[in-house]
C-alpha cells in the first residue's frame, strides 16, 4: 500500500499562490500517471491535474492556465503550483494515483482562499 502525504495548504487571499507538495512511501510511483484531486465542503471529489510517467499534464478546465502539476521521480514527488487563486479553489487537496488507489488516500491539504 503506497502512503501519501501532501503538504504546502493554507490561507491565502484571492489572487495568490500556494504550491503543494505530495510525497509517496515508494519508489512504484515512478511508473504511474499520478493526479491532484480536490474536495469542496458538500460537492464531490474531483481530478483538477494529472500528470504521466512521461510528464505529459492535463488540467480540468476551471483550473486551466492557473495551476501547473509536476513531478521528481528521484524524490517520489509530485507537486501543484497554483497561481491566480479564487475563492472557488477551496477544498482539500488530496494526491493520488490516476486512477486513484483506493487504500492510499492520505488527510489532504487544506486551501482556502479568502479576503
Known amino acids: 500500500q503506497v502512503q501519501l502525504v501532501e503538504s504546502g495548504g493554507g490561507l491565502v487571499q484571492p489572487g495568490g499562490s500556494l504550491r503543494l507538495s505530495c510525497a509517496a512511501s515508494?519508489?512504484?510511483?515512478?511508473?504511474?500517471?499520478m493526479g491532484w484531486y480536490r474536495q469542496a465542503p458538500g460537492k464531490q471529489r474531483e481530478l483538477v491535474a494529472d500528470?504521466?510517467?512521461?510528464?505529459?499534464?492535463n488540467y480540468a478546465d476551471s483550473v486551466k492556465g492557473r495551476f501547473t502539476i509536476s513531478r521528481d521521480n528521484a524524490k517520489s514527488t509530485v507537486y501543484l503550483q497554483m497561481n491566480s487563486l479564487k475563492p472557488e479553489d477551496t477544498a482539500v487537496y488530496y494526491c493520488?494515483?490516476?486512477?486513484?488507489?483506493?487504500?492510499?488516500w492520505g488527510q489532504g491539504t487544506q486551501v482556502t482562499v479568502s479576503s
Open positions: 500528470i504521466t510517467t512521461g510528464s505529459r499534464t
Open positions: 515508494q519508489s512504484i510511483f515512478v511508473i504511474n500517471n
Open positions: 493520488n494515483r490516476v486512477p486513484p488507489w483506493a487504500r492510499s
